[in-house]
DNA sequence: GCAAAAGTGTTGACGATACACCCATGG
DNA sequence: CCATGGGTGTATCGTCAACACTTTTGC
């Protein structure tokens, strides 16, 4: 069950498919470390996933982005989906009644709800945070911090880390999850945070040049403590060409 | 849409999830070839996907795990699911309401239906293809051979395929796709099915035996023509932790 | 000047590919 | 006996992993 899907009058039963939801799991890359954009519903202090319904009018992945855009006031944004879950007792229906009966009524809880999943890769700096009217704040969370949450989000995050795991050879993952100026200590964080564990640095620089899927740009970052680095951008055609000859391997 | 999720009266709108099914890609191998089991509608001779309604009180993988095995009469079946078809207008729903209207009452279209896709990897030789009541009959297709398909099916075997290739080196593919015992060349030959590629029989050969997921019988495959090619079975223990360690791959 | 991070090349091992001939069997 | 597919080894190339020191900068 999503944030959105949350009816509280007849008019939106007839705009939604009903017992059908979505989930977004929205990575973003900071401080040499993954995060998710979660939200934090008002008076209890407890998390979840953004997500929402699925307009009748709509496609399921317009659906998803039209969440992510009410979450981060960004358009275009990276979307996959990863997996549809379908089980019929989900977590414990019982449990949320109680927890969220001074914001929604009882009914919802009535039938089981299928929620298709979605993970966004979206460029941190770009995003902001928006929460809805069910919750008072819309925060990144470090992967490594993130509490138990409400419904099955804890399982639909772990799943939707495995998808990106799996994809990462596949997708242009540096495209979205980074800025269009990045290092290439930048990069190779972001790889290690990834798939958490340690990446030798030449050995990495070696592999990325060769691809040639970034350009080495006249500049070099400046205002950091330390050795300047050099800044780099995606070269984007060649980056989707390899890619699609077979990807880019960091097993 | 799919099969089963088909309503000839009121009783069964009660048993179902409203606007969602699920369709089911089952592949076989045999002959050399990748094969699809298909339905063939009464009266019209064109084919589609098995598919089916999910009840409220099973999970959307039971729903599947129920079809497959209304199907093929088999249990135990490898199943994944692989992507939820969720756009608007999925197929003509004009040209299919005209084309099944012996069979189904129109009343079935009017809504929109978004469906949870599968796949599944059977041991060919195993599987005894049941027609349902909307079709005549219930055969394997080779993939070369698959025809234009009702609904969006094409698309959605499509996607199927793709899925299946993509996670080739994690699913022990093998165990599912074989016999319990084979020889080395049909191994190779479900690899070359499957990625539509040749493959050299010395560096396959080399490679697997290298691994340990298969163990030489005793014994050969007698009454062919030719030269007896030794049997093989998998170990799997050992093909599950490779599958882990970090797959096998055939790029 | 010192602490901290950036930048860079070489070597060895392993895995992947290319390649051709003999053997066994059924017809 | 012959046609067909099965079975096998070696040499080469390229790729990946391991590894340490110098440079630059802010403080």
């Given amino acids: 069950m999503s944030t959105?899907?949350?009816?509280?009058?007849?008019?939106?039963?007839?705009?939604?498919?009903?017992?059908?939801?979505?989930?977004?799991?929205?990575?973003?890359?900071?401080?040499?470390?993954?995060?998710?954009?979660?939200?934090?519903?008002?008076?209890?202090?407890?998390?979840?996933?953004?997500?929402?319904?699925?307009?009748?009018?709509?496609?399921?992945?317009?659906?998803a982005i039209r969440v992510l855009k009410e979450r981060t006031a960004l358009d275009k944004i990276f979307l996959r989906q990863f997996y549809t879950f379908g089980k019929v007792k989900r977590y414990d229906n019982e449990l949320i009644k109680k927890k969220l009966a001074h914001l929604v009524s009882d009914h919802i809880w009535l039938d089981r709800v299928v929620s298709v999943g979605y993970y966004a890769l979206v460029d941190y700096e770009k995003v902001f945070p928006t929460p809805d009217r069910f919750t008072e704040s819309c925060d990144w969370v470090d992967l490594d911090d993130v509490p138990e949450l409400l419904f099955d989000h804890n399982e639909i995050l772990t799943k939707a880390l495995k998808a990106l795991r799996l994809e990462l050879s596949f997708q242009p993952i540096g495209l979205n999850l980074l800025p269009d100026k990045f290092t290439m200590p930048d990069m190779l964080r972001m790889y290690e945070a990834i798939l958490d564990k340690k990446i030798d640095p030449r050995n990495f620089q070696k592999?990325?040049?060769?691809?040639?899927?970034v350009i080495r740009l006249p500049e070099v970052k400046k205002g950091v403590a330390h050795k300047s680095p050099y800044l780099y951008k995606f070269d984007k055609k060649r980056y989707t060409e390899v890619l699609e000859e077979g990807g880019l391997f960091f097993v």
Same sequence: chains 1, 2.
């Fill in 207 to 213: 592999k990325i040049l060769k691809t040639g899927i």
């Fill in 4 to 63: 959105e899907n949350i009816k509280t009058g007849p008019e939106q039963s007839i705009g939604g498919i009903p017992q059908l939801s979505l989930d977004c799991v929205i990575f973003g890359f900071h401080d040499s470390s993954l995060k998710v954009l979660l939200l934090k519903w008002k008076d209890i202090g407890e998390w979840s996933l953004p997500g929402g319904y699925i307009k009748q009018t709509e496609s399921v992945d317009d659906a």
